[in-house]
């Protein structure tokens, strides 16, 4: 399996924050093939703040959607009638929300040119933007100068645009191609081409020990098409090409290398229009909260993980377990109204009595060891969510966790927590 480049000695790293950006109204018939019909998904246009560990440079990733929406060319303006946009709070006013100005902002990195994650440049007037090189092309002519562009040929401020071309750069992990910004291995701008010309997508260091945060643009506009359950839906005529990405193929193989990144030890994938995500963690990581870079990943096979936030653990079942459910089959209730998660064997996930327990059951040849359960030094806490859960040790590898209940656990572990390597069990 490939791999990420290995911490230095006193590597640098940036704190990602997530941003508002706006809200729309996705009909998911046009996304997914699978997709309920009818079925349209409120989902949020994210934005995020980067800021360097050493430096204190500030990087934003997408500017989301422009409060004044009057102000999109025509053809943009038609959109609004499919998607349905809303923006309570921009870009600039969650900068300024969380104790900073937009004219602090050192740089902006757009995904690509799309209109929901352009918003509005002139609100940054002291940054340079980062655009992939293939987007100059969409610009020539842009409106007015053409009336049916979709594209404003003043969006990217003169003389403050690079346009970055990335089929010359090294190889990250998975990708072919990556643009290392700083030059420290802690941003990365990465080719992530398909769904739109300069489509890009930003690896980001989250710790000096080895975390990362893929930020995935519209590399995929749901999760199932990240863990296969979907395919990119396709013949739909209110797109040019009869689909959402302008090159389904090359959508495709960024998807594909997607996935292969995020199972990775200490990754995490959050995508533009990343619904789960945002209904977990919009109380707790946007700015000026964090996205905490500290979490233990368990995986049981080539393509099953469970991810969680160490410091999160009471949030368990509202913040990975949605996103881990994905990875296996298809998700149903419990018979008790709260959400159970029937995966294929041999992981079973699922809640018991009142949704506050949170149940897994594995039987694997590969390890014959059990976790030893431990009953949390804190004893009952309130919380419905947090009333039986437990401390665990592995009995070889010696790692403590966190307040988590395991039952019956037999399997191969591989164990991060924070501030230390990976840690993994050979088969006994």
């Not at 994938?269 to 963690?281: R, T």
Request: net charge negative; with cysteine.
């Amino acid at each position: 399996m490939t791999s990420l480049p290995s911490p230095s000695n006193d590597q640098a790293y940036c704190v990602v924050s997530a941003l508002e950006a706006g809200h729309l109204n996705f009909p998911m018939e046009m996304f997914i093939d699978n997709a309920v019909p009818g079925y349209a998904a409120l989902v949020p246009s994210l934005s995020f703040l980067l800021r360097h560990s050493k430096t204190d440079k500030k990087f934003i990733f997408d500017l989301g959607v422009r409060k004044d929406f009057e102000n999109y060319p025509p053809a943009v303006q038609k959109l609004g009638e499919v998607f349905s946009p809303a923006v309570p709070q921009d870009v600039a006013e969650s900068v300024i929300k969380g104790g900073l100005s937009p004219s602090d902002v050192d740089t902006v990195c757009i995904s690509h040119c799309h209109w929901d994650h352009v918003g509005n440049p002139k609100h940054f007037p002291n940054s340079e933007f980062i655009v992939g090189a293939a987007a100059d092309s969409l610009f020539r002519p842009g409106y007015p100068e053409d009336p049916n562009s979709g594209f404003s040929s003043d969006l990217l401020p003169a003389g403050r645009t690079r346009f970055v071309e990335l089929s010359d750069q090294p190889p990250l992990g998975p990708f072919p191609h990556a643009f290392d910004f700083y030059g420290d291995g802690s941003v990365y701008i990465v080719d992530a081409a398909g769904h739109l010309l300069g489509h890009v997508v930003l690896v980001v260091r989250t710790s000096a020990d080895g975390g990362w945060i893929l930020l995935g643009g519209d590399s995929a506009h749901h999760w199932n098409l990240i863990t296969g359950e979907s395919k990119i839906a396709d013949g739909l005529p209110v797109f040019g090409g009869g689909c959402v990405h302008m090159d389904k193929k090359a959508a495709e193989l960024t998807i594909q290398r997607i996935r292969e990144f995020s199972e990775l030890p200490r990754t995490r994938v959050i995508l533009a229009h990343d619904e789960p995500w945002y209904k977990a963690n919009k109380d707790t990581s946007f700015w000026p909260a964090q996205i905490r870079s500290d979490w233990i990943k368990i995986v049981d096979s080539d393509t099953a993980m469970l991810c969680f936030d160490v410091d999160s653990i009471e949030c368990l079942w509202e913040i990975e377990l949605s996103r881990f459910c994905q990875w296996g089959s298809r998700v149903g209730t419990n018979g008790t109204g709260a959400p159970g998660i029937p995966l294929s064997s041999p992981l079973l996930f699922g809640c018991q009595d009142c949704q506050c327990q949170l149940m897994m059951s594995v039987e694997l040849a590969t390890c014959s060891h059990s976790l030893t359960r431990i009953p949390a030094s804190s004893g009952p806490i309130e919380h419905c969510r947090r009333t039986s859960w437990y401390s665990f040790v592995h009995p070889q590898l010696e790692v403590t966790g966190y307040q988590l209940k395991f039952e019956n656990l037999s399997a191969r572990c591989l164990m991060v927590a924070p501030q230390t390597t990976a840690l993994k069990e050979d088969a006994s």
